[in-house]
């Protein structure tokens, strides 16, 4: 949500100036462990992630509840007899009520047992296992990606904005950011795959069986994750920069000092804009790891995604509960590392003063 | 905004040329609200006025023995798809759907995201934290993974997939209302309004809101383009608008089984969305531009 972003960035900004001094000398690594205010911040921020993760959870339990299908009967097969099903139901502990079966699962969730599918009867720790290193593979290569990209085409076009680099980079970044990621993905195919035939249409190849293959299989994805991507931040920061440029004092300061402009460019204003682009990156996390299911679901990479699609179509409660809220879990964290991030780069928090 | 800090502000611009550059892009600005406006507008009256006007068939119930004609064919100008409906009038009737669901999906937002963040941000205190918690519990979902599964819940269908999306459209404006609401109240008028002994009701509809109304429309401009990349993403699924009623989504899907064939019946779909979500975007921002007179 591109309009969302630069609020919650002000709010952030001056929520983490708020750590002032704690006023005393602390002593003692403890006391000066107690006194920092970095990590009084994350100590601050746990706070709030902890208990929303929990009601997250309730929520995805609720949610679960009402999804169409009956765990009992897709175990017992459809031509089970009545009698089967229900006894099926207790064994799985279905006709317990409500809160006592979110509470177990809760219990069994923080003692490393997530359940099992009830399609295949595997353990969901299993499929986690086979299924995550895809997704962070994937989406850690779309991040990275994105920012490379973004970074050189932003500076460059601030460097003269409303110069032909500037107009280049606004008009390819805007049209691009128009196209859907699960087009860009056909498209991409429609070019490398169908049409030059330079790389696999669909597939993974694990890691295992050489790097080069696993590459070539995680080109074509991680593309279509990542252009859309670096387009929205290519145009923030861009639009941030030339923000600064314009109207902070310490350019101006800069430039009297005879400094280059890529020098008060890199130096100077990007070290500032950092901040509302990190906070946009925090916040995007969620669109990354949305982009993921549906990306998944076009190169047929086995991730998480396809797992979670797989599930929710089958009713496959316990392993769509897990993924859901793996999904939101990293959102919540992609945020909180935002929030350490900003403490930990912006000196007036760092040495704990204004 | 646009009055403290006009764009023409020529004689406080370090550079001579900064006038005339300004006026330029200020220039420059309009137009393309002009084309990008244009352009949303003659989709909405080809989409909806579309069908009655134009000389096209049925999007659906086409014969299988006209399957897969290519563009100019006799009465299909974009030629038929896989089951022999014809391309041209599919594009029209699932635009239809895609910009139904993103108005809807968006007065929904607006109205109840709206009027819960400015409620919140004028109750402030507890009343404010809890509101704020209890949306930041639906905003911590990835928005796609929680549509997926209120979709599937809820069933596939045109209304239900309206429900699905309003479920994150609903928190975003929320807090954007909610922070355009706080602006406000730090507002000398407010506090003269406050002062004079307004009740709170009269405050929020004739001082907060025509306020926050601008920005909260800007950013629908924007949300249109989210919801309906969202909603063809559902579709694309398998759990948005349900086949044979066509949307974008599912002419893609449907569309990509048969892509190294027929690649241009991926194409017309991907382009309509393009457009689409292209020049929403850019009348979002353009809006938003000069309402802040950046």
Request: hydrophobic residues 50%; glycine residues 10%.
């Amino acid at each position: 949500m591109s309009g969302a972003t630069t609020t919650p960035a002000a709010e952030k900004r001056t929520r983490v100036t708020e750590n002032g001094p704690a006023g005393e000398q602390p002593e003692g690594l403890r006391a000066r462990l107690a006194g920092s205010p970095v990590l009084r911040l994350v100590g601050r921020r746990l706070m709030i992630v902890i208990p929303l993760l929990f009601v997250v959870s309730a929520l995805v339990f609720l949610l679960m509840e009402a999804l169409p299908g009956d765990p009992a009967q897709i175990r017992a097969g459809m031509d089970a007899s009545e009698e089967e099903v229900e006894a099926v139901r207790q064994q799985m502990g279905l006709d317990r009520p409500g809160h006592e079966r979110y509470l177990s699962w809760l219990g069994g969730a923080l003692t490393g047992d997530l359940g099992s599918s009830v399609v295949s009867g595997r353990a969901v720790t299993t499929l986690l296992g086979e299924r995550l290193p895809v997704t962070l593979q994937m989406a850690g290569m779309a991040f990275v990606l994105s920012i490379v990209i973004s970074l050189p085409l932003a500076l460059a076009a601030a460097r003269r904005p409303g110069g032909l680099v500037d107009r280049f980079v606004m008009v390819c970044s805007m049209t691009l950011l128009a196209v859907p990621n699960f087009v860009m993905a056909l498209l991409l195919v429609l070019v490398f795959a169908v049409g030059l035939g330079m790389l696999p249409a669909i597939g993974f190849v694990p890691l295992a069986e050489g790097v080069w293959p696993n590459m070539r299989s995680m080109i074509l994805p991680v593309l279509s994750l990542a252009v859309p991507m670096a387009c929205f931040y290519a145009r923030f920061l861009r639009g941030d920069l030339v923000e600064q440029l314009n109207a902070a004092a310490y350019i101006d300061t800069a430039r009297s000092k005879g400094t280059g402009p890529w020098r008060i460019l890199w130096l100077h204003a990007f070290r500032n804009s950092s901040f509302g682009l990190l906070t946009l990156v925090g916040l995007n996390i969620g669109a990354l790891v949305g982009g993921t299911v549906i990306i998944e679901r076009i190169f047929a990479m086995p991730g998480m995604g396809t797992l979670m699609l797989e599930g929710v179509m089958s009713s496959d409660v316990a392993v769509v509960q897990t993924c859901v809220f793996i999904f939101a879990a990293a959102a919540v964290f992609a945020n909180l590392l935002v929030d350490v991030m900003y403490a930990v780069l912006d000196p007036r928090v760092r040495y704990g003063s204004h | 905004m646009a009055v403290t800090s006009p764009p023409g502000s020529a004689t406080l611009s370090p550079a001579p040329l900064a006038g005339s550059a300004t006026r330029w892009s200020s220039f420059r600005r309009r137009l393309t609200i002009w084309i990008s406006g244009s352009v949303v507008a003659l989709l909405v009256i080809t989409c909806y006025l579309g069908p009655f006007v134009l000389p096209i068939p049925s999007p659906v119930g086409g014969n299988v023995l006209d399957s897969g004609l290519s563009p100019g064919s006799p009465g299909h100008p974009l030629g038929t798809d896989v089951n022999g409906n014809d391309v041209l009038s599919r594009l029209i009737h699932g635009g239809r759907s895609s910009l139904t669901v993103g108005v809807v999906v968006n007065i929904i937002g607006l109205a109840i995201g709206g009027t819960v963040g400015a409620i919140s941000a004028y109750l402030g205190g507890r009343a404010d934290s809890i509101i704020m918690r209890a949306l930041d519990v639906l905003i911590a979902f990835p928005s796609l993974v929680l549509v997926i599964v209120l979709a599937q819940i809820l069933g596939p269908s045109l209304p239900n997939t309206i429900l699905a999306l309003s479920a994150f459209s609903i928190p975003a404006v929320a807090r954007i209302s909610r922070a355009a609401t706080l602006k406000v109240m730090s507002m000398p008028y407010l506090q003269a309004a406050e002062l004079s002994g307004s009740p709170w009701w009269r405050i929020l509809s004739r001082h907060v809101v025509p306020n926050i109304v601008p920005q909260l429309t800007t950013f629908a401009m924007l949300g249109m383009a989210i919801v309906v990349v969202t909603e063809g993403a559902l579709s694309f699924l398998g759990l948005g608008i349900p086949p044979p009623r066509p949307s974008w989504g599912n002419m893609i899907f449907e569309a990509q089984q048969s892509m190294s064939a027929t690649p241009l019946l991926v194409l017309w779909p991907s382009i309509a969305l393009l457009v689409t979500v292209l020049s929403f975007n850019l009348l979002g921002e353009s809006i938003r531009d000069e309402v802040t007179g950046r």
